[in-house]
């Protein structure tokens, strides 16, 4: 499997002895006492569990042999010291864990993460399907709004770059930092246009044969034998959406 980009990941959170820990049938959640992850773990293994069956009734991939691993951290201090990064989640691929801040206002829990990690055997596409997949899981941006309403807005403030742009791996990452839902959202709702209008299957065969690797002009080939012309399909995805 393909090296995952964690130049600041570290291990401290394994030498941590505060951690309790809750297993189910599919994950194995780590939470610190008196912490707003413990005062919410019930909820949490329901959401989570529901989640699983969600992701695996779509992706129709056999169940993973590992159990999904996760620590919540309950401020962003706590969360760079131990693992090194003060984001709201990440999901590491090779370890099949994932690192959520969690507080009173912060509860990243659902579908997202683990699609990342229940999708590996679909293959590592690029970002903006990876991405687009989790998304479309989810099925609305990370405040409870519609992708769609961030995408209009985005289009209306020429936010985005063409969608040719997102086919190498970099340009994804590259995005404005500052408005995450934006960008999260047009890949999520970009994804459920292909999903619903050209079906699974068709989106299957083009996470299998895109890549991270590969250039951005092989991505977009893989695409177009697909779809066709991503900017026509661009154009179409602006019409659905009325933008």
């Known amino acids: 499997m393909e090296k995952q980009n964690l130049p600041t990941y570290t291990y401290n959170f394994l030498n941590d002895n505060r951690w309790l820990t809750r297993e189910t049938d599919h994950y194995i959640f780590h939470y610190f006492p008196d912490s707003e992850a413990e005062k919410d ?5 329901v959401t989570q569990e529901k989640a699983f069956e969600k992701i695996i009734a779509f992706l129709n991939t056999k169940l993973p042999k590992k159990k999904i691993e996760y620590y919540f951290y309950p401020d962003e201090e706590t969360k760079k010291k131990l693992m090194g990064d003060d984001w709201y989640a990440q999901s590491i691929r090779d370890e099949f864990r994932v690192h959520v801040l969690y507080t009173k206002d ?3 829990l659902g579908e997202h993460e683990d699609t990342h990690l229940l999708s590996l055997p679909w293959g590592i596409s690029i970002g903006f399907f990876q991405e687009g997949l989790a998304e479309f899981m989810v099925g609305h941006a990370w405040d409870g709004k519609s992708h769609i309403s961030y995408v209009k807005e985005g289009y209306a403030n020429n936010l985005y770059p063409p969608l040719s742009d997102f086919f190498e791996h970099e340009a994804w990452l590259q995005t ?5 839902l934006f960008f999260y959202s047009l890949v999520g709702a970009f994804t459920t246009f292909l999903i619903s209008n050209y079906g699974k299957d068709k989106f299957k065969e083009l996470y299998e044969n895109t890549h991270r690797d590969i250039s951005k002009t092989a991505n977009l080939t893989v695409f177009e034998n697909i779809y066709g012309s991503i900017e026509e399909m661009g154009l179409k995805f602006k019409g659905e959406i009325k933008c």
Not at 176 to 180: A, T, Y
């Open 41 to 45: 773990i019930e909820m949490i293994v």
């Open 106 to 108: 912060i509860k990243p």
């Open 176 to 180: 404005d930092d500052s408005k995450p």
